[in-house]
């Protein structure tokens, strides 16, 4: 089994180069932080400070480029770590809610060849290193609530667990917490678990790993905590602003990302479905349901995060990665039922009756495989290895700076452009911690600091519209076509241009 994970999480995992947007958010401001020498503020570009997400995701990109040096693979390391991990903390959940060796095997192979799980790790985003902390989380939960209640350790190493996967991608972590309290509270278990001194304790060890970092950057910038405040709390649960798929409807996201994402292992369900129907909806099955804690378990761990997530106003696709370890293990058990009983059938006829599916799942491994080696190669505009070497025969030798208007390339950083910084071709740009600044703002820094300008667009609406705005400004430059509908313009400054107006 772990050689089939290793095999899922490392083979081709540096094949392709870094995408935008989101592998260029975080690799651009883990290179940056390097170049910088600080491990504590995100930086991303020149002097945009990138508080969007927790440092944990450019700390495991930095320890990937410590031990293997400059590489995609490199950067994309402590994900597949992540996922192995977590695949292998699904195993030990389904162990220890139903003590059955075969369903924990399952268990864990299931998570790891579900199309979610396997896409998620091979992206750099915080959503796999979220996964396994949540995972587990859950894992240190079940055993604290399970357990003789006078033993603590448990309950300290939840702590620790939900603390960083706060430093993994904020309250996020917290979400599937909620599924832990109604478990309790279906229980009537909820004053007996949280009464005790040693709640101060473990709230404390969460405090100090989990908001530590939060703490600090809150004091050291001014205007931190309003702005991680609205992103990451109110942002996501109540305002629309940031425009992540609002209202109920919005939640619809969800249904192709859990059908599809729980690719092959979804078509058991509908197999199942007279089964599902019946555990999920039959009022028999839930009149005893807390004296079935395994079951109990297993339905708020998915359900009730999946609630949350529904009504909050921010929705992305990933963002249900974090329940798809509970989709496995029930997927799991579904799976096992189907399994013939084999034990009195000679050792020819036992082999003969797995041998389908043996060969149908080690089809889907070569396949999801050899996916990333197709993606290496497929053409897209978002490879910023394919955009470097596009860019990099008409960089100046002399100092120069690259702004990106309106659509970022972040990842030019990893690849080796010295300078960059995002710049908008409007005056209310997307709203950051760092003001974008506006182009002709971006003009004057360049002709004061002496720096030739280099504008990179994406787009016929941008560039001539930036266009324009350096025509007027009496700003001279190179128009240079690149494929995949980019402009490069390479601004020429004049004497007497560094008193440029900004009117």
């Not at 994402?261 to 009149?287: D, M, Q």
């Not at 050899?370 to 470097?388: E, G």
């Not at 700076?401 to 030019?412: I, P, Y």
Request: some cysteine; overall charge positive; charged content about 20%.
């Amino acid at each position: 089994m772990v050689i089939v994970l290793c095999m899922l999480a490392f083979v081709f995992q540096g094949s392709r180069g870094i995408w935008q947007p989101d592998e260029g958010y975080y690799v651009g401001t883990a290179i940056t932080m390097l170049q910088k020498q600080t491990l504590l503020i995100p930086y991303l570009g020149e002097d945009e400070i990138f508080l969007d997400k927790p440092p944990m995701i450019y700390w495991g990109i930095l320890a990937g480029l410590k031990l293997f040096g400059q590489s995609e693979f490199a950067v994309r390391f402590f994900h597949a770590i992540c996922f192995i991990l977590t695949s292998l903390t699904v195993g030990l959940i389904s162990w220890e809610l139903f003590k059955d060796k075969i369903l924990a095997l399952l268990s864990t192979f299931i998570y790891a060849t579900m199309a979610v799980p396997f896409i998620a790790a091979n992206f750099v985003t915080p959503d796999t290193p979220l996964a396994l902390f949540t995972t587990i989380a859950i894992l240190f939960f079940w055993k604290s609530a399970e357990t003789n209640s006078k033993d603590i350790s448990w309950k300290m190493l939840l702590c620790l667990a939900v603390g960083f996967g706060y430093l993994a991608k904020g309250p996020a972590v917290l979400i599937p917490c909620g599924g832990m309290f109604i478990f309790l509270a279906v229980r009537r278990k909820v004053i007996k678990y949280f009464w005790t001194p040693w709640s101060i304790v473990g709230l404390l060890l969460f405090i100090a790993v989990g908001l530590g970092w939060y703490i600090w950057i809150s004091i050291e910038l001014s205007g931190a905590f309003t702005y991680l405040f609205d992103s990451q709390i109110w942002g996501r649960l109540v305002s629309e602003k940031y425009n992540r798929n609002p209202g109920l409807l919005g939640a619809l996201i969800y249904l192709p990302v859990l059908i599809f994402g729980s690719l092959p292992w979804s078509s058991i369900w509908l197999e199942k479905r007279a089964v599902i129907r019946n555990t999920l909806f039959k009022k028999s099955r839930w009149r005893n349901i807390k004296d079935k804690p395994a079951v109990l378990f297993l339905i708020c761990w998915f359900f009730i995060p999946l609630l949350i997530l529904c009504l909050a106003s921010s929705k992305l696709g990933f963002y249900v990665l974090p329940i798809f370890p509970a989709l496995a293990i029930a997927t799991a058990k579904l799976w096992k039922e189907k399994i013939p009983n084999v034990t009195y059938l000679p050792l020819k006829e036992k082999m003969k009756s797995f041998r389908k599916p043996v060969l149908l799942c080690s089809i889907w491994i070569i396949m999801l495989i050899f996916s990333k080696l197709i993606l290496a190669y497929h053409p897209t505009p978002d490879d910023m290895r394919v955009l470097w070497a596009q860019i990099k025969p008409h960089l100046p030798n002399a100092n120069y700076e690259v702004a990106t208007v309106d659509d970022r390339a972040d990842g030019l950083v990893f690849y080796g452009v010295k300078k960059i910084e995002h710049i908008s071709s409007d005056s209310e740009a997307y709203p950051t911690f760092t003001k974008i600044e506006f182009i002709l703002e971006e003009i004057k820094e360049m002709a004061e600091e002496k720096e030739q300008g280099i504008f990179l667009l994406h787009g016929d609406k941008d560039i001539l519209k930036t266009i324009n705005i350096l025509r007027e400004a009496g700003i001279v430059f190179e128009t240079i076509k690149l494929p995949y509908d980019r402009t490069v313009l390479i601004m020429e400054l004049p004497d007497g241009q560094g008193d440029i107006s900004l009117s």
